[in-house]
C-alpha cells in the first residue's frame, strides 16, 4: 500500500471531527483540548415551488415531463380537431350532393312543365284559329244567303211595277200598248224601251211583259181604264 502524505492542517481537522478519545495517543500534543461545540446548521428552507415546466411527473414507471404532457395534450386537441372538421367536412360534401341533385330534379321538372306549357299553348293557339275561322264562316254565310234571297233591284223596277196595264190596240200589223203611270197615261209600241232599259217584249189584250236584258220581267194583267 503506497504511502499517504496528509499535511498537518488535514490531520487537526480529522482529528478535530474525531473528538477527543483517550486511545488515540497523542505524543506530540497536537490534539485539542476542547472543540468548540458543533452547531448543528438550521435546515435549508425548501425554496419557492418551481414553475410547472420544471416538474415531472412519474405514472407507473414512466417519467413525464410538462414538455411532453403538453405535446400530447396538442396532440390529442389536434386530432379531434381533425376528426371534428373531417365529419363537418363530410356532412357539407353531402348536403351539397343533396342539393345539387334537389337542383337537377327542379331544372328537369321546369323544363317538362315548359314543354308541356308549350304544347298547351299551342293547342290553344290552335282552338283560337279555329273559332277565329268559324266565327267569320259564320259571319259571311248570312250575307251569302241574305245576297242570293234577295236579288239586286233593277233601275226603275219598283217604279215601273207601280203602272197598270190598259190594254192593246193594232193599227195593221203594229201593235201599242196602253199604260197608266200613275200621273199620265202612256203608249208603248211592241219591243219599244219603256222606261230605262225595260222593253216591251210581250203585248195581249189581257197581259203585258216587260223584260230587262240582266233576265228579270215584269208582267202586267190588264185593267179597265178609268
Given at each position: 500500500?503506497?504511502?499517504?502524505?496528509?499535511?498537518?492542517?488535514?490531520?487537526?481537522?480529522?482529528?478535530?471531527?474525531?473528538?477527543?478519545?483517550p486511545a488515540i495517543?497523542?505524543?506530540?500534543?497536537i490534539r485539542k483540548?476542547?472543540?468548540?461545540?458543533?452547531?448543528?446548521?438550521?435546515?435549508?428552507?425548501?425554496?419557492?415551488?418551481?414553475?410547472?415546466?420544471?416538474?415531472?411527473?412519474?405514472?407507473?414507471?414512466?417519467?413525464?415531463?410538462?414538455?411532453?404532457?403538453?405535446?400530447g395534450i396538442f396532440?390529442?386537441?389536434?386530432?379531434?380537431?381533425?376528426?371534428?372538421?373531417?365529419?363537418?367536412?363530410?356532412?357539407?360534401?353531402?348536403?351539397?350532393?343533396?342539393?345539387?341533385?334537389?337542383?337537377?330534379?327542379?331544372?328537369?321538372?321546369?323544363?317538362?312543365?315548359?314543354?308541356?306549357?308549350?304544347?298547351?299553348?299551342?293547342?290553344?293557339?290552335?282552338?283560337?284559329?279555329?273559332?277565329?275561322?268559324?266565327?267569320?264562316?259564320?259571319?259571311?254565310?248570312?250575307?251569302?244567303?241574305?245576297?242570293?234571297?234577295?236579288?239586286?233591284?233593277?233601275?226603275?223596277?219598283?217604279?215601273?211595277?207601280?203602272?197598270?196595264?190598259?190594254?192593246?190596240?193594232?193599227?195593221?200589223?203594229?201593235?201599242?200598248?196602253?199604260?197608266?203611270?200613275?200621273?199620265?197615261?202612256?203608249?208603248?209600241?211592241?219591243?219599244?224601251?219603256?222606261?230605262?232599259?225595260?222593253?216591251?217584249?210581250?203585248?195581249?189584250?189581257?197581259?203585258?211583259?216587260?223584260?230587262?236584258?240582266?233576265?228579270?220581267?215584269?208582267?202586267?194583267?190588264?185593267?179597265?181604264?178609268?
Amino acid at each position: 500500500m503506497p504511502p499517504r502524505h496528509i499535511s498537518p492542517q488535514s490531520f487537526d481537522d480529522i482529528l478535530s471531527e474525531l473528538g477527543d478519545d483517550p486511545a488515540i495517543p497523542d505524543p506530540h500534543g497536537i490534539r485539542k483540548t476542547s472543540s468548540p461545540p458543533r452547531v448543528d446548521t438550521a435546515p435549508k428552507s425548501k425554496g419557492p415551488n418551481l414553475p410547472f415546466v420544471s416538474q415531472s411527473f412519474d405514472l407507473r414507471g414512466f417519467n413525464f415531463t410538462p414538455i411532453l404532457l403538453l405535446g400530447g395534450i396538442f396532440l390529442l386537441c389536434g386530432g379531434a380537431l381533425f376528426f371534428y372538421f373531417d365529419f363537418t367536412r363530410s356532412d357539407a360534401t353531402k348536403e351539397i350532393s343533396s342539393l345539387q341533385n334537389q337542383l337537377v330534379t327542379l331544372k328537369d321538372e321546369l323544363e317538362f312543365s315548359q314543354s308541356e306549357w308549350a304544347s298547351e299553348r299551342d293547342a290553344l293557339y290552335e282552338a283560337i284559329d279555329e273559332v277565329e275561322v268559324s266565327v267569320h264562316s259564320l259571319n259571311i254565310k248570312p250575307s251569302i244567303q241574305a245576297l242570293q234571297t234577295k236579288p239586286a233591284v233593277i233601275p226603275h223596277e219598283v217604279e215601273l211595277r207601280r203602272w197598270r196595264y190598259l190594254g192593246i190596240t193594232r193599227m195593221g200589223v203594229t201593235e201599242q200598248a196602253f199604260f197608266h203611270t200613275g200621273k199620265t197615261t202612256r203608249m208603248v209600241q211592241k219591243q219599244d224601251l219603256t222606261l230605262g232599259e225595260w222593253r216591251l217584249t210581250q203585248a195581249e189584250k189581257e197581259l203585258a211583259v216587260l223584260t230587262h236584258p240582266k233576265g228579270k220581267s215584269i208582267t202586267f194583267n190588264s185593267t179597265p181604264s178609268e
